[in-house]
């Protein structure tokens, strides 16, 4: 499976795409009021075929409902029952249920089998209407589902899975393994001894973003001028997801090209959030781990994940010493063993490849995929 994406020229018939993505958006709050009224009455979860009968009942009453595909109600259904059964199943985790969402800031609906037509180059039929896109890259293999996004700005992107089936893979082997320690004054210390910085995009446009934000805050709530303001403020912080995401695909190509197996350690991202806040987001660990993992697989690389609860840091790399254990203010510490000096950030990622590469010549079970929470 392979997922593209497209930008939808600008165009006044794109109106049509952002009624039926509102259309989505009342569906979608129709549908969290019907479960829960249907909790209070009965006390029961409302099964998602109860739901789809009942939506595709109202929606020959409203027209409105009606420019939304059948595929796309369904669809709804489905997410909203993905997300009950994420709540039942980690609600003791923090995992909260489905709620209402601003019809405004609906963000996209998707097509799987009918509602949609690729007429060749770059069109597109969405309903009865046709609809132009830049055309980036050609389309190759099975359709399987077709979703039109809405951005914050206003601007409207295709995106499209494609089943390409099976492939010859280009394995380039290098024979080498490392280890990869996440912290937060560097962003990457691997095993070999190099250190990766992160350019930190945040913390470099903080007072761009502040400024934009103290300009929108002043506006009048409701007039033209908010609304531009809240563009110039949206395009701020798009250019910093833009750029980090960039460094993260260089980054996780470099690191495939020269290392065979990746051995990284599964964090509790969501604790450290709630500790350090801003400096974890700006990071994006969890993000850049998604973006290699997908690399490495298209690579025939390897990647490995350690436990969170091995102590990668209190454990000496030379002969394996465990000490009971050592503050985080601690950078350096001497081995009582083996009297050798370990530096935190490079100890732990030496650790980290010895027990990962090992783990992966046990057996390919570096293919699962990690609890990333961002």
Known sequence: MKTLKFKLYQHKRNRHLKRMINASGMIYN????????????????????????????????????????????????????????????????????????????????????????????????????????????????????LTIKRTPLGELFMVVVVDEGSKPEIEVKTGKSAGFDFGLRTFLTCSDGSRIESPQFLKQSLNTVKKASKNHSKKLKGSSNRERARKNLVRKHEDISNRRRDWFWKLAHELTNKFDILCFETLNLKGMQRLWGRKISDLAFGEFLQIIEWVAKNKGKQLVFVDQWYPSTKTCSNCGHLLESLDLSVREWRCPSCQSVNGRDENAARNICAVGASTAWLGDVSRAAPAIAV
């Open 30 to 145: 129709h549908c969290i009021a019907l479960h829960r009224r249907y909790y209070r009455m009965w006390g029961k979860h409302l099964s998602c075929a109860k739901l789809q009968s009942h939506i595709a009942k109202l929606r020959k009453r409203n027209p409105f409902w009606q420019s939304v595909g059948s595929q796309a109600v369904q669809d709804i259904c489905q997410r909203i029952e993905k997300a009950y059964q994420l709540f039942f199943k980690h609600n003791k985790k923090g995992v909260r249920p489905p709620g209402f969402k601003k019809v405004k800031k609906y963000k996209s609906f998707t097509l799987k089998q009918a509602g949609y037509k690729l007429l060749g180059g770059n069109r597109v039929k969405v309903g009865s209407r046709v609809y132009q896109f830049c055309q980036s890259r050609e389309i190759q293999g099975t359709v399987k589902t």
